[in-house]
């Protein structure tokens, strides 16, 4: 057996309708008494007595109570009321009563109510002024019908409109508001992540590479039995970790430092990741073109980033290469751009990476408008081979120059 759920009460009407419905009700009463009435516009014939117009505005007053919430009963009940006071009673109270009939539909009710009660009164009027020509009134009689026509439908219709629309366009200025707020929260939160993705890459470019030499360092002074040998590969491990030491006291110098755009300073330079290969394999070719150092050369934002995309090479070449181990760094003449190559022979017995290094790579190329990969050399699938490409002036710098002044 189902039962229907039942419908939802509707809410009551709230206090500032009942007030307006009560000034209405007592407007409707006062008139009469003060003497403030007339006939309808069909004359005296044919209208209808007092009691009987009192009660017609008084029920349409009490439509008003719902004036809001349910705008279109004040458009069925208190329009048609008011014009048939307006043509056969009389009572100027009338007129008031067609005002709001046509008001709160276009003020509070749907787009769609709105537009409905424009087209019925603009309707309304017309048929109006035809009825009076086809009924053969007088010119005057037709023009004043005319004016009451455009007055009592322009009037309400009109000034509904304009104050919908302002009500619209502060709903809308406010949703605005609220999505320019979320998107600044958005961005907040992106540059968070940002920072911390830098934060992030910074560290495993700069301290990985030292411990990554410490761990080479320690392990291979343990096979030594030359003390002599094995006093310097303790002594560049104990220097790699000082190294380390300092540029990790450098990042958090910078976390902690109020300062915006503040940089680490880390030992990081061509010569220290060359020593890195040669620790690895004391017949390392490294190929360094001079002009890489050079600012006027290549832009030092892209110099940082082609440091960077090193590090992490050569970091991954010591911890799971083995010799030979080529490094070529060389700036290209034609396009305006340096290429970067490690190539290592894969250890058989390396642990498997992360990945990570890999991700940074490509990170630190597309960051300045290049690229960078990694893989297998074609010419002997036992080689591994990091490239990286990147233009001597970074891609923000070229679009400020191609921007118009």
Do not use: K
């Amino acid at each position: 057996m189902s039962t229907s759920a039942a419908p939802a009460p509707r809410p009551a009407p709230a206090r500032r309708d009942l007030l307006v419905a009560a000034a209405y009700a007592a407007l409707v009463v006062a008139l009469p008494v003060l003497g403030l009435d007339g006939n309808g516009l069909l004359g005296a014939e044919g209208g209808w007595a007092l009691p009987v117009s009192l009660t017609v505005l008084l029920v349409a007053c009490a439509s008003l109570v719902w004036r809001r919430r349910r705008p279109e009963l004040a458009l069925a009940v208190a329009g048609p009321l008011s014009l048939a006071e307006i043509l056969l009673g009389g009572q100027i109270s009338a007129y008031f009563l067609l005002f709001e009939a046509l008001f709160e539909p276009v003020m509070h009710g749907s787009r769609r109510l709105a537009l409905l009660t424009t087209r019925a009164a603009i309707a309304l009027g017309v048929l109006c002024l035809l009825a009076a020509l086809v009924a053969g009134l007088p010119g005057q009689a037709v023009l004043l019908v005319a004016m009451l026509a455009a007055l009592m439908i322009s009037t309400p219709l009109l000034w509904g409109w304009e104050v919908r629309h302002h009500r619209e366009a502060r709903r809308a200025a406010e949703q605005l508001a609220g999505l320019e707020h979320e998107l600044a929260a958005t961005r907040a939160a992106h540059a968070v992540e940002a920072e911390r993705r830098t934060i992030a890459h910074d560290l495993h470019d700069v301290i990985a590479g030292h411990l990554s030499a410490v761990s080479l360092h320690t392990g291979l002074a343990a096979s030594l039995e030359d003390p002599a040998a094995r006093d310097r590969s303790l002594t560049t491990a104990r220097d790699c970790a000082h190294a380390a030491l300092r540029d990790l006291r450098s990042m958090i110098g910078v976390l902690s430092s109020a300062e915006a755009g503040a940089l680490p300073a880390v030992t990081l330079d061509w010569p220290s990741l060359t020593a890195r290969l040669r620790w690895r394999d004391p017949q390392a070719r490294v190929e360094l073109d001079p002009a890489v150092t050079d600012p006027a050369r290549i832009e030092p934002s892209v110099q940082a980033a082609l440091l960077r995309i090193a590090a992490e090479a050569v970091t991954n070449a010591v911890r799971h290469g083995e010799a030979p181990l080529t490094m070529t760094v060389v700036l290209e003449d034609g396009p305006g751009a340096v290429t970067f190559t490690l190539t290592n022979r894969r250890a058989t017995t390396a642990a498997p990476g992360t990945g990570v290094g890999r991700g940074t790579i490509a990170h630190r190329a597309e960051a300045v408008g290049g690229s960078a990969g990694s893989a297998l050399a074609r010419e002997d699938p036992q080689l591994w081979q990091v490239r990286a490409r990147l233009p001597a002036r970074a891609r923000h710098e070229l679009e400020d120059e191609e921007m118009p002044s």
